[in-house]
């Protein structure tokens, strides 16, 4: 059944983005954000979802109307996560289910009406070292539900750091795109502006989406993962590549 509304968040990875679902999904107003669509974990969802058949296979209906049932909030609001490559496999799924059209019409017909969040970060090279150290030690955010235990720490790279400021460059560039391309407005959150008060910051956000929490004093889950160290390599790397310091 298509929801009455959606909110869509619009990010690259690691520029706050999981920080802003918990809060959106702890305010009952936004659905419960997550990357539903993200290639590497549909087979996980689908199975735990009980809709693969013995081979593993699911259909694009089966999948929407779960990850539709997954990710709304008791108001019927869904909230979806996407990524540059999330976007390719929800725009290539919805087409498939109907006539061609634009993403943006796609998206109203099977998402119902659609809010839209850009998420982004203004220092690449801090969103980079967060890249990269989360990659190495697959610990992506702390909030209670990290493994215990000893993981592998990442090492300063330069040419890793290169990699991910391209690669968020890219994917910002690409949102941009898109947005222009489909005539949307999105709202737009930067973590450099609201990091000091993430809770007041999503609050916001939401009433300016018409979307406002139906629950008080939200709470932060997550701690930060930046630290000496990251604060370290990063003033190692500007040096090197004869970047300015951040702002």
């Given at each position: 059944?298509?929801?009455?509304?959606?909110?869509?968040?619009?990010?690259?990875?690691?520029?706050?983005?999981?920080?802003?679902?918990?809060?959106?999904?702890?305010?009952?107003?936004?659905?419960?954000?997550?990357?539903?669509?993200?290639?590497?974990?549909?087979a996980d969802y689908a199975?735990?979802?009980?809709?693969?058949?013995?081979?593993?296979?699911?259909?694009?209906?089966?999948?929407?109307?779960?990850?539709i049932r997954a990710g709304?909030?008791?108001?019927?609001?869904?909230?979806?996560?996407?990524?540059?490559?999330?976007?390719?496999?929800?725009?290539?799924?919805?087409?498939?289910?109907?006539?061609?059209?634009?993403?943006?019409?796609?998206?109203?017909?099977?998402?119902?009406?659609?809010?839209?969040?850009?998420?982004?970060?203004?220092?690449?090279?801090?969103?980079?070292?967060?890249?990269?150290?989360?990659?190495?030690?697959?610990?992506?955010?702390?909030?209670?539900?990290?493994?215990?235990?000893?993981?592998?720490?990442?090492?300063?790279?330069?040419?890793?750091?290169?990699?991910?400021?391209?690669?968020?460059?890219?994917?910002?560039?690409?949102?941009?795109?898109?947005?222009?391309?489909?005539?949307?407005?999105?709202?737009?959150?930067?973590?450099?502006?609201?990091?000091?008060?993430?809770?007041?910051?999503?609050?916001?956000?939401?009433?300016?989406?018409?979307?406002?929490?139906?629950?008080?004093?939200?709470?932060?889950?997550?701690?930060?993962?930046?630290?000496?160290?990251?604060?370290?390599?990063?003033?190692?790397?500007?040096?090197?590549?004869?970047?300015?310091?951040?702002?």
């Open positions: 059944m298509t929801p009455p509304r959606s909110l869509i968040l619009c990010t690259t990875p690691r520029s706050g983005s999981t920080l802003v679902c918990a809060l959106i999904a702890a305010a009952g107003s936004g659905g419960a954000p997550e990357s539903w669509y993200r290639p590497e974990d549909r199975t735990d979802w009980g809709i693969a058949d013995a081979h593993g296979g699911f259909s694009a209906a089966d999948y929407l109307a779960a990850a709304s909030g008791g108001d019927g609001t869904f909230g979806l996560r996407l990524q540059p490559g999330s976007l390719e496999l929800l725009r290539a799924d919805l087409a498939s289910l109907s006539w061609p059209a634009p993403d943006l019409a796609l998206m109203r017909r099977h998402l119902g009406r659609c809010r839209f969040l850009h998420v982004s970060r203004r220092d690449g090279v801090a969103q980079a070292i967060s890249r990269l150290k989360a990659e190495v030690s697959q610990v992506w955010h702390l909030d209670g539900s990290e493994p215990a235990g000893p993981r592998p720490r990442a090492a300063y790279d330069a040419a890793r750091i290169d990699a991910f400021r391209a690669e968020a460059a890219r994917g910002n560039a690409a949102w941009e795109a898109w947005f222009a391309a489909e005539g949307i407005v999105p709202h737009r959150l930067v973590y450099e502006d609201f990091a000091g008060d993430p809770a007041a910051a999503v609050v916001a956000a939401l009433d300016a989406l018409g979307l406002p929490p139906q629950r008080a004093g939200l709470a932060v889950p997550n701690r930060r993962m930046a630290d000496a160290e990251s604060a370290a390599w990063a003033a190692r790397y500007r040096a090197k590549r004869g970047l300015p310091d951040a702002l």
